[in-house]
């Protein structure tokens, strides 16, 4: 199983669970504060998916990106395309996903990294 996110109250984490279901991924949640957590304080849940459903998750997470692509206001400085990729760790494409599927709830707001897809030069964006 791979964790995808950490919620404190279980109508959050049964929320982005069927976000996930309607579009195909299977997610599972677990108990996971073993009642040894003060009540209120840290995640008590964990959203899981099944390794397989990673791919799933990707494409999903990559029509994201492309259903966005019109409504940049940034593209690439070498060549001005605005198809470009942000190269992130896996979780925090994960996170990028959650976070656009149930509407924003980030918690990232550092720069990012992109790359170009049409002249694969790298570059950096300030939100
Ligand atoms: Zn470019």
């Given at each position: 199983?791979?964790?995808?996110?950490?919620?404190?109250?279980?109508?959050?984490?049964?929320?982005?669970?069927?976000?996930?279901?309607s579009?195909?991924?299977?997610?599972?949640?677990?108990?996971?504060?073993?009642?040894?957590?003060i009540?209120?304080?840290?995640?008590?849940f964990?959203?899981?998916?099944?390794?397989?459903?990673?791919?799933?998750?990707?494409?999903?997470?990559?029509?994201?990106?492309?259903?966005?692509?019109?409504?940049?206001?940034?593209?690439?400085?070498?060549?001005?395309?605005?198809?470009?990729?942000?190269?992130?760790p896996?979780s925090?494409?994960?996170?990028?996903?959650?976070?656009?599927?149930?509407?924003g709830?980030?918690?990232m707001?550092?720069?990012?990294?992109?790359?170009?897809?049409?002249?694969?030069?790298?570059?950096r964006?300030?939100?």
């Amino acid at each position: 199983m791979i964790v995808i996110g950490y919620y404190a109250t279980l109508e959050d984490a049964q929320n982005d669970a069927n976000k996930l279901v309607s579009r195909g991924v299977k997610a599972y949640i677990v108990d996971a504060s073993g009642g040894s957590l003060i009540p209120g304080i840290g995640p008590a849940f964990e959203l899981q998916i099944d390794p397989q459903d990673r791919a799933k998750l990707e494409a999903l997470s990559d029509n994201i990106h492309r259903q966005k692509i019109d409504e940049r206001k940034h593209s690439c400085p070498e060549c001005g395309s605005k198809d470009y990729k942000s190269i992130v760790p896996f979780s925090e494409l994960i996170f990028g996903a959650i976070t656009a599927l149930c509407g924003g709830r980030s918690g990232m707001n550092t720069s990012l990294w992109y790359r170009c897809l049409e002249c694969s030069s790298r570059f950096r964006i300030s939100p």
